[in-house]
């Protein structure tokens, strides 16, 4: 860890620039409006600010991304407190009593509390990322084929139960499409076309960003021109700074709240949404006040806005040393870290020592600027919620197509953000959950690539598969996963349980 505070300090006097603080500045309001406006999602600033920046240093790059990635998943309380609609899918918990507070004239107060949660959750899931991303490098070093196989089946197994509680198939139906429309076009090891239909576009399979554009983009805008208008609250008359005594007297609703948010982003594909939903329910169970929840309790507005920020950092984690995202904003990002020639994955604290630490900086960073956002400019950025979505979402479609053509130049890529547009609508209205679908499209290669290498290692043999320790492990704890989805299964094990339960303590 010395040798990582080295790092971390040469990172931060390296971004002591102008030219860096501006970025951070810019980069994060900017997140933070996209994240306000309801339709724009944090994967869709971070998909299309990929695409402005790919003629850019490495460096500055992914510091935009990142401050870009915090700002909006914060951004998203304020249409969450103001609006009650949530900004972005992981502010969906702020709502239920963000709103409440708004309503009873405590807007400022639940904008300060929502930017305090956020800048501390932030604060604590970047030292878990300091913490973590390193060791977790060094024992992904043991990862092999057969391990990066069964990653990748675990991934959208767990990803599509917990982003469809009420119905995990639905969940797997969804992770399973992105893995077979990951299949299409040359494969990855001796580059055969597959699935193409003789369509030379098809050849090189759809391209990440202009599919998630696509489906976090053209889908949102379809969605929201769908939808009734809204109306917003259009002032915050009390203060915006919250009392310490208010946030000490939560402490421990806030280390929960963010170390569960982190684990919640390191899980593949799961990501902001659940860290806040898991955050609020522990808080909820762990309140002395639990009749105010839902009716605007601090408690609860600061317990889903901590989890949701500390998911992000959280999600970073497996990007940097698996090249897995915790999530689709975190999916985005690992593609701008291979267009800017960075190789996530368990070669990273070897390749490139440094950059976690980098990358723990620009988090702190990012961290800073919403904190000073948040309390200095609350009031001005109201008027951003003012903006009529028939004037926004034409310049938003506008941006989604020049983000799908700019990366490769193709107009077929604009037809791909159009059909993932499309049939990412049709399965949200159906509810279907995207995350899965997205974790699908990024780990379908490496699945596809990991069975065919460890069949040539074993000569054919599925043993190895089955019986190498770490295989062993995520095998069984996917089948643990969609066995305990079943009702039947859980219901059983209930009983089993409370008749061993006697038996165990009578001995």
Same mark, same amino acid.
């Given at each position: 860890?010395?040798e990582?505070?080295?790092y971390?300090?040469a990172a931060?006097?390296?971004?002591?620039?102008?030219? *860096?603080l501006?970025?951070?500045?810019?980069?994060?309001?900017?997140g933070? /409006? =996209?994240?306000?406006?309801p339709?724009?999602?944090a994967?869709?600033?971070v998909?299309l600010?990929?695409? @402005? *920046?790919f003629? &850019?240093?490495?460096?500055?790059a992914?510091?935009?991304?990142?401050?870009?990635?915090?700002?909006?998943?914060?951004?998203?309380?304020?249409?969450?407190?103001?609006?009650?609609?949530p900004? *972005?899918?992981?502010?969906?918990a702020?709502?239920?009593?963000?709103?409440?507070?708004?309503?009873?004239?405590?807007?400022?107060?639940?904008?300060?509390?929502?930017?305090?949660?956020?800048?501390?959750?932030?604060?604590?899931? &970047?030292?878990c990322?300091a913490i973590f991303?390193?060791?977790?490098a060094?024992?992904?070093?043991?990862?092999?084929?057969f391990?990066f196989?069964?990653?990748?089946?675990?991934?959208?197994?767990i990803?599509g139960?917990?982003t469809a509680?009420?119905?995990p198939?639905?969940?797997w139906?969804a992770?399973?499409?992105? @893995?077979?429309?990951?299949?299409?076009?040359?494969?990855?090891?001796h580059?055969y076309?597959?699935?193409?239909f003789?369509?030379?576009?098809?050849?090189?399979?759809?391209a990440l960003?202009?599919?998630?554009v696509g489906?976090?983009?053209?889908?949102?805008?379809?969605?929201?021109m769908?939808? %009734?208008?809204?109306?917003?609250?259009?002032?915050?008359?009390?203060?915006?700074? %919250?009392?310490?005594?208010?946030?000490?007297?939560?402490?421990r609703?806030?280390v929960?709240?963010?170390?569960?948010?982190t684990?919640?982003?390191?899980?593949?594909?799961?990501?902001?949404?659940?860290?806040?939903?898991v955050?609020?329910?522990?808080?909820?169970r762990?309140?002395?006040?639990?009749?105010?929840?839902?009716?605007?309790?601090?408690?609860?507005?600061?317990a889903?806005?901590?989890?949701?920020?500390?998911a992000?950092?959280g999600?970073?984690?497996?990007?940097?040393?698996l090249?897995?995202?915790?999530?689709?904003?975190?999916?985005?990002?690992?593609?701008?870290?291979?267009?800017?020639?960075i190789?996530?994955?368990p070669?990273i604290?070897?390749?490139? %020592?440094?950059?976690?630490?980098e +990358?723990?900086? &620009?988090?702190? &960073?990012?961290?800073?600027?919403?904190l000073?956002?948040?309390?200095v400019?609350?009031?001005?950025?109201?008027?951003?919620?003012?903006?009529?979505?028939?004037?926004?979402?034409?310049?938003?479609? +506008?941006?989604c197509?020049?983000?799908?053509?700019?990366?490769?130049?193709r107009h077929?890529d604009?037809?791909?953000?159009i059909?993932f547009g499309? +049939?990412g609508f =049709?399965?949200?209205?159906?509810?279907?959950p995207?995350?899965?679908?997205?974790l699908?499209? +990024?780990l379908?290669?490496?699945?596809?690539?990991?069975?065919?290498?460890?069949?040539?290692?074993?000569d054919?043999?599925?043993?190895?598969?089955l019986?190498?320790?770490i295989?062993?492990?995520?095998?069984?704890?996917?089948?643990?996963?969609?066995?305990?989805s079943s009702? *039947?299964?859980?219901?059983l /094990?209930?009983?089993?349980a409370?008749?061993?339960?006697?038996?165990?303590f009578?001995?």
């Amino acid at each position: 860890m010395p040798e990582g505070l080295v790092y971390f300090g040469a990172a931060l006097a390296g971004f002591a620039t102008f030219g *860096t603080l501006f970025h951070v500045l810019w980069a994060t309001l900017l997140g933070i /409006t =996209v994240g306000m406006l309801p339709g724009l999602t944090a994967t869709l600033g971070v998909a299309l600010m990929t695409t @402005l *920046t790919f003629s &850019m240093a490495a460096g500055d790059a992914i510091l935009i991304l990142i401050c870009m990635y915090v700002g909006a998943i914060y951004g998203g309380s304020r249409s969450a407190i103001l609006l009650n609609i949530p900004g *972005t899918p992981a502010n969906a918990a702020t709502t239920l009593d963000g709103f409440p507070l708004a309503r009873s004239g405590r807007a400022g107060k639940a904008m300060g509390i929502a930017t305090t949660g956020s800048v501390i959750g932030t604060m604590i899931g &970047m030292f878990c990322l300091a913490i973590f991303a390193p060791l977790l490098a060094e024992f992904a070093l043991k990862f092999g084929a057969f391990e990066f196989f069964w990653l990748a089946i675990f991934g959208v197994i767990i990803s599509g139960q917990l982003t469809a509680l009420d119905d995990p198939l639905k969940g797997w139906i969804a992770g399973f499409i992105g @893995l077979l429309l990951s299949m299409v076009g040359q494969e990855g090891i001796h580059a055969y076309q597959r699935f193409t239909f003789g369509i030379f576009e098809l050849s090189g399979g759809f391209a990440l960003l202009p599919a998630l554009v696509g489906t976090f983009g053209f889908a949102e805008i379809i969605g929201v021109m769908k939808d %009734p208008a809204y109306e917003a609250i259009k002032s915050a008359k009390d203060s915006v700074i %919250p009392k310490l005594s208010e946030l000490f007297r939560y402490k421990r609703t806030i280390v929960r709240s963010g170390l569960i948010g982190t684990v919640m982003g390191l899980v593949p594909g799961v990501g902001e949404d659940m860290g806040a939903w898991v955050s609020y329910a522990a808080a909820r169970r762990g309140s002395k006040e639990k009749q105010e929840f839902g009716k605007g309790s601090v408690e609860g507005l600061i317990a889903a806005e901590t989890g949701n920020s500390a998911a992000v950092p959280g999600a970073i984690i497996p990007v940097l040393t698996l090249a897995v995202p915790g999530s689709a904003p975190a999916a985005v990002l690992l593609a701008a870290l291979f267009i800017h020639g960075i190789r996530p994955g368990p070669l990273i604290m070897i390749e490139f %020592p440094s950059f976690v630490f980098e +990358v723990v900086a &620009m988090v702190l &960073m990012a961290s800073l600027a919403i904190l000073f956002f948040g309390l200095v400019l609350t009031r001005p950025m109201l008027l951003i919620l003012q903006v009529a979505r028939q004037r926004l979402m034409p310049i938003i479609f +506008v941006l989604c197509t020049v983000g799908a053509f700019a990366i490769a130049s193709r107009h077929f890529d604009i037809w791909v953000m159009i059909g993932f547009g499309v +049939v990412g609508f =049709v399965l949200r209205e159906m509810k279907y959950p995207m995350a899965p679908l997205v974790l699908g499209i +990024v780990l379908g290669p490496i699945l596809d690539k990991s069975l065919r290498r460890g069949l040539v290692l074993s000569d054919g043999s599925l043993e190895p598969f089955l019986t190498r320790p770490i295989s062993l492990v995520l095998w069984l704890a996917a089948l643990i996963t969609i066995l305990y989805s079943s009702a *039947t299964v859980r219901r059983l /094990t209930r009983s089993a349980a409370h008749r061993l339960a006697p038996r165990f303590f009578s001995s």
